[in-house]
């Protein structure tokens, strides 16, 4: 029986150890974790009441218990935005 020559030996130990190598590199194992922003809650605006339209007028009047009512709902709206912003600020690094 003829002996394999030097390059089918060297040949083999490459695909050998090259299989070798393949055959025991596992890929690491990516967790993902999803991170939800925390909820935010919306004010409800204000429903209208006692508002009186003069058509002959062309004026509106408005109780001022609902002009404060409105200005409340504005100020908690501003802090919806405040908050809102420094959320996406933190969550788009």
């Known amino acids: 029986m003829r002996q394999p020559t030097r390059n ?3 040949g083999l130990m490459i695909i050998l150890a090259a299989l070798l190598l393949i055959s025991c590199v596992s890929s690491p194992e990516i967790v993902t974790e ?3 922003p925390p909820e935010i809650d919306f ?3 204000p429903a209208p009441f006692g508002v009186e339209y003069d058509d002959e007028a062309g004026t509106v009047i408005i109780p ?5 009512q409105i200005a409340e709902f504005y100020i908690d709206v501003e802090a ?3 908050k809102y912003k420094a959320i996406r600020a933190e969550y788009s690094e």
């Open 43 to 45: 004010p409800d605006p």
């Open 64 to 68: 001022v218990e609902l002009w404060i």
């Open 80 to 82: 919806v935005e405040k």
């Open 8 to 10: 089918v030996k060297s």
């Open 34 to 36: 999803t991170i939800l």
